[in-house]
């Protein structure tokens, strides 16, 4: 058995994009095929220029925009497009040095680097426009970026709900000796664009690291985790 756990260092963990997934993309269109709706793209901006990064799903393109201090969502399907800006936090406070566009469940969102700080500044739901869950739109998911941006698995604004991963004795479970324990990966907003992920953590060097399992990123209001080789479960 491990002894009690004490208190030796406090850390909140950002990265939109999961460590290990990122590749960079240049300008144009890009082919992010994912296992689940947890994709990001993120773009450093140079100058004042309109920017704006992208998701095609399905016939839908969701897109977000910065034009001056403005930040937007426009939803375009065929000839239709549509606008989606927040009155009260739509406008930047500083000049932002980042822009990222996340989809996180059926989420949208819209974020600027703001100060060294992420701030969402637009965000929509999308469960209405498009099924987020379906394996072969997400298996054909593609990016937009007007410039050169990184592309990857959506990552997290924070960890909670720290659980040790042990068997059904109690022991807990290490991996060429460390410990492993799940969390819940903040998203851009409540728990619905939240999921689940494991981490490691070396005993001996407190401070967990990159999460290290091949897990499907579970949406949070299931609880559920599976590795791509467990068989499902009734």
Not at 97 to 126: I, K, M, N
Not at 171 to 193: M, N
Request: one cysteine or more.
């Amino acid at each position: 058995m491990l002894p009690r756990f004490e208190i030796v260092r406090r850390l909140r963990p950002v990265s939109l994009v999961r460590p290990g997934s990122g590749r960079p993309v240049e300008r144009g269109v890009h082919a992010l095929p994912m296992p689940a709706p947890y994709a990001v793209v993120v773009m450093r901006l140079a100058d004042d220029s309109p920017a704006s990064l992208a998701f095609h799903l399905g016939e839908h393109r969701l897109a977000g925009h910065l034009d001056g201090p403005q930040a937007e969502l426009r939803v375009t399907q065929g000839d239709t497009t549509t606008s989606h800006r927040s009155r009260r936090h739509g406008r930047c406070a500083v000049r932002p040095s980042q822009l990222a566009l996340t989809l996180t469940g059926s989420h949208v969102t819209l974020l600027l680097e703001e100060d060294g700080t992420w701030v969402a500044r637009a965000r929509l739901d999308v469960t209405d426009l498009v099924d987020v869950h379906d394996a072969a739109l997400l298996a054909a998911l593609r990016v937009e970026c007007s410039s050169a941006a990184t592309a990857g698995a959506f990552g997290q604004l924070g960890l909670r709900d720290i659980r040790l991963v042990t068997s059904r004795d109690g022991t807990p479970v290490r991996s060429s000796g460390q410990l492993l324990f799940s969390a819940t990966s903040a998203g851009p907003g409540f728990f619905d664009t939240a999921h689940t992920s494991v981490w490691s953590l070396d005993p001996g060097s407190p401070g967990p690291r990159a999460p290290q399992r091949p897990v499907l990123p579970a949406p949070r209001p299931t609880g559920r985790v599976r590795r791509p080789r467990d068989p499902p479960r009734p």
